[in-house]
């Protein structure tokens, strides 16, 4: 079992709905998931240090561009060693927007730049997740796992 912490930013609760069903997920592999919102929650990227793997969440603004409340967490990871940190990035974006899922793509670029092990594709939901996008959650959050235990077993190696 592994300590996972999700961290997700979510205005009208659509990259909530994504990160609950992850969530949710996970746990049935046995993980226990910390979830915290960049709103409601004081996030301090030095806590990172603390888990064995790292799971984040956004929406997107404007262009594409990370909410405000993302953005502290952002340029706090320069100060942060994930080198090897399995992590995976999702969101809800809307495709009417040329920018879809603009906000999880710059953060997914930011944590591979960081070096983190992430899922290698970030799980944008089109507004509220579906029955398919629930699937592909759940396809998602078994990457993610499978990325976790291939970590431990290299650590115990
Ligand atoms: C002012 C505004 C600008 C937005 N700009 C974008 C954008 O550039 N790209 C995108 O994919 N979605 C954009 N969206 C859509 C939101 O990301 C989308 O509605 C998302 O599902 C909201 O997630 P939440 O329910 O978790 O807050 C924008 C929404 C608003 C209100």
């Known amino acids: 079992m592994g300590n996972v912490l999700m961290l997700y930013a979510s205005m009208t609760g659509n990259t909530e709905a994504v990160a609950e069903i992850i969530r949710d997920a996970v746990e049935k592999h046995?993980?226990?998931?910390?979830?915290?919102?960049?709103?409601?929650?004081?996030v301090d990227a030095a806590e990172l240090a603390e888990y064995d793997g790292l799971l984040v969440g956004t929406y997107s603004e404007d262009d594409g561009a990370l909410p405000f409340e993302v953005e502290d967490f952002y340029e706090e990871l320069d100060e942060v060693d994930i080198d090897g940190?399995?992590?995976?990035?999702?969101g809800s974006g809307d495709f009417v927007y040329d920018t879809f899922g603009g906000a999880a793509n710059t953060m997914g670029d930011r944590l591979a730049e960081k070096q983190a092990k992430l899922v290698p594709e970030w799980l944008v939901v089109d507004l509220y997740p579906d029955e398919e996008d629930a699937d592909r959650c759940r396809h998602f959050a078994d990457r993610f796992c499978k990325m976790m235990e291939n970590n431990r077993r290299r650590e115990m190696d």
Do not use: I
């Open 85 to 90: 940190l399995p992590a995976g990035v999702f």
């Open 30 to 42: 046995g993980h226990r998931v910390v979830t915290k919102t960049f709103e409601m929650d004081p």
